[in-house]
């Protein structure tokens, strides 16, 4: 039985690997590893699937909350940047920027508590249980649980965003990783792919918070297993277009509805 996920199987360096390739932690060679992995192995495939419904709950189901004055020149100062930026505001002074991240954040310690329990030796007398300080979210019901994600990942193996299709296929819901916007004052535009088919537009995206998109009836077909979601860069007016004609933002498969 697996003490960390009763849902799921015993975790092994597979159920590691697929666990992180859906959290979006691994660097660009592992994760190119990961999706080709993904298309030649059904096994693999089908674990990715696994944690993908495993950490969706989490994922979406989070409350907002306002980061502390000191994360954000933390996280400067770790990436080797200015504790303190000059004084131009934009996107990092942007509440729904942090929301998009708290949510992502909360996922990726959610696993990375479960692994370091995976891998700590038996104890001799009982441990205190862990205390993450991190709004609670709000049970997941057997049907949130049920729903799988899929990946946009970048050319670089980054996560870009992560979709979730409603039951009925009426609406996705787009979480991204946020981003800066475009300098050239384009903006993100979803389309589906289906195997054979020319690209359809769902309209925009945003770069920096979750949002529903309405599918149309006469696209919901197209929504299915083995179909692609992919992002463009597009100018705004105009929207929804005929046809992409920007490059490929971040893209991924659909592996189950």
């Known amino acids: 039985m697996n003490d960390i996920a009763p849902g799921l199987p015993p975790i092994d360096d597979d159920d590691l690997l697929a666990g992180e390739f859906v ?74 920027f942090w929301r998009g991240t708290t949510a992502l954040a909360v996922a990726a310690s959610v696993f990375a508590v479960a692994i370091g329990v995976w891998r700590t030796p038996e104890p001799v007398a009982p441990v205190p249980p862990v205390v993450v300080q991190v709004p609670t979210p709000a049970p997941a019901t057997e049907e949130a649980a049920a729903l799988p994600v899929t990946v946009l990942a970048t050319d670089d193996g980054n996560t870009g965003w992560i979709a979730r299709v409603a039951p009925d296929r009426s609406k996705v819901l787009m979480v991204p990783t946020p981003r800066p916007v475009d300098a050239g004052g384009k903006v993100n535009e979803l389309w589906i792919i289906a195997s054979g088919e020319a690209p359809k537009s769902l309209g925009f995206v945003s770069n ?50």
């Open 23 to 96: 959290l979006g932690v691994l660097d660009a060679d592992a994760r190119r590893e990961a999706q080709r992995r993904i298309g030649a192995d059904r096994d693999f495939a089908a674990r990715v699937a696994r944690w993908d419904a495993h950490f969706a709950p989490w994922l979406l189901r989070v409350d907002g909350v306002e980061p502390g004055a000191h994360v954000w020149p933390r996280i400067r100062t770790t990436l080797g940047w200015p504790a303190v930026e000059a004084s131009r505001k934009g996107l990092w002074d942007n509440a729904a």
């Open 208 to 257: 920096d918070k979750a949002h529903s998109i309405d599918i149309p009836a006469t696209l919901r077909d197209a929504v299915a297993a083995g179909a692609v979601f992919a992002v463009t860069l597009e100018p705004e007016q105009g929207l929804p277009h005929a046809a992409p004609s920007g490059p490929i933002v971040a893209k991924g498969e659909i592996l189950a509805i």
